[in-house]
Structure formats: C-alpha cells, structure tokens
C-alpha cells in the first residue's frame, strides 16, 4: 500500500498564478479531506468528500479555491489566482469510512506564493 | 474560535522523564479523541484515540487521559525519548458530523538527550 500520495511535495508560485494540487487516496477508502497547516491555525480543514461527492466546503476561504474529486482515486485543490497569504502546507487525507476514526495523511505540499 | 485547543505551542522534555501534552475542547458534542504525531516533511500519523466512554487509554509508552467534566485530555508519554520530538495534534470528532476531525493547532515536543 503506496499510502496518500500528494504531489508536489512543494510549489514555489507567483502571485496571481493558478496552482493545482493533486492527492490520490488509498485504494478502497471512500472519504477524503485536504487539509491546510498554518503556524497560526494548526490544522484546517477545508472540504471533505464522501464517494467522490463534496460533503463540507465550509472550511474553504474564498472562492478562489475550488476542489474536485472526479474519481475514487484522485482529487484536486485549485487556488485561482493565488495570494501570499495562501503559502502554507496542504494535506489530503483518506480514511476508510466517512471521517474521524482515523485518517491516513498525505506528505503535504508546501505552497509558497511570492 | 477553536474548539479544539492546544495552549502549549512547545515543550521541552530531558529524556527518560514523562511528557505531558495537554487539549482542551469545548464541543460538549465531540464523543471521539484521537492524538496524531508529525515530524518534518511528512504528514501527520496517528499515534492513539480514546472513546468518550473511556477514561483511559493505554498503548506501550503513551496513555490518554480524558476528563470529560473538564474537557480535557492529556498525552503521557513515559519514558520520553529523543525519537519522540515531533508536532502533536490533538484531534476530536462527534457523532453527528460524519465524524469530521477537528485539530488543534499541535504542540512542538522536544525531548533532549
């Protein structure tokens, strides 16, 4: 088992560009989370999907960013167009069923938007 | 406003001696605790959970408490080792929320050799 693959592992962008994140879950986990790490906040989550559909967005921030799961096995974080403040770590995380008897993390992808 | 509280962003720790990483909480709902660890460039990895009708958990080196009256809960790590320093998120979940995770914003544990 690969575990949650998230690439890239980091992403050096300019304000104003497009940034795409992907994750891919662990094969037969039917939920899925991306989460955004800040020194301030810890751990937010941002939307949660259960069998590819977007259960909560409310921990989105604005509607620059956008997610998409298309299938059970990829997901993406879109942020258009990105913005200092967006740098931090983003996690996706799967689990087996909907939410919180435990996930299985991602590495992360460190944004950083200059 | 957090409903899931760490209020020490760091410790410091001599090896051998116990850790105590404290959580607060104020979901009166949350039924389900869990505790994560992270160490640089890798994503958080879960350490031990405890149910709300449990008071205790046990697992090797790390034990967690929960005080539901208070609403807290603390990790015990004993004997504390260098291998242990990492981030640790407190995390909590509620029956009625499809079990969604809600952080704390983690502690920075150091254990010193």
């Known amino acids: 088992d690969a575990g949650v693959i998230q690439s890239p592992r980091h992403e050096v962008t300019e304000m104003g560009q497009e940034v795409t994140l992907r994750c891919k879950p662990i094969?037969?986990?039917?939920?899925l989370f991306w989460y955004r790490q800040t020194m301030m906040r810890g751990l937010e989550l941002l939307i949660y999907?259960?069998?590819?559909?977007?259960?909560?967005d409310s921990g989105m921030p604005e509607d620059r960013f956008s997610a998409k799961m298309p299938n059970a096995s990829f997901s993406t974080l879109k942020i258009q167009p990105s913005e200092p403040r967006d740098s931090a770590v983003y996690f996706c995380?799967?689990?087996?069923?909907?939410?919180?008897?435990?996930?299985?993390f991602g590495s992360g992808t460190r944004l950083t938007v200059v | 406003d957090q409903q899931v509280k760490q209020n020490s962003p760091s410790l410091s720790v001599q090896e051998g001696r116990i850790s105590i990483l404290n959580c607060d909480y104020t979901?009166?709902?949350?039924?389900?605790f869990l505790w994560y660890k992270k160490y640089p460039a890798e994503g958080p990895t879960f350490l031990i959970s405890?149910?709300?009708?449990?008071d205790k958990n046990e697992d090797g080196r790390f034990t967690v408490f929960l005080n539901k009256s208070a609403k807290h809960l603390s990790l015990h790590i004993v004997p504390s080792q260098p291998g242990d320093s990492a981030v640790y998120f407190c995390?909590?979940?509620?029956?009625?929320?499809?079990?969604?995770?809600?952080f704390g914003s983690g502690t920075q544990l150091t254990v010193l050799p």
């Open positions: 995380a799967s689990s087996r069923q909907a939410g919180g008897y435990g996930y299985t």
């Open positions: 094969s037969g986990h039917n939920s």
């Open positions: 999907f259960n069998n590819n559909v977007p259960i909560d």
């Open positions: 979901n009166s709902m949350f039924d389900y």
């Open positions: 405890i149910s709300s009708i449990k």
């Open positions: 995390a909590a979940s509620a029956s009625g929320s499809a079990r969604q995770l809600t």
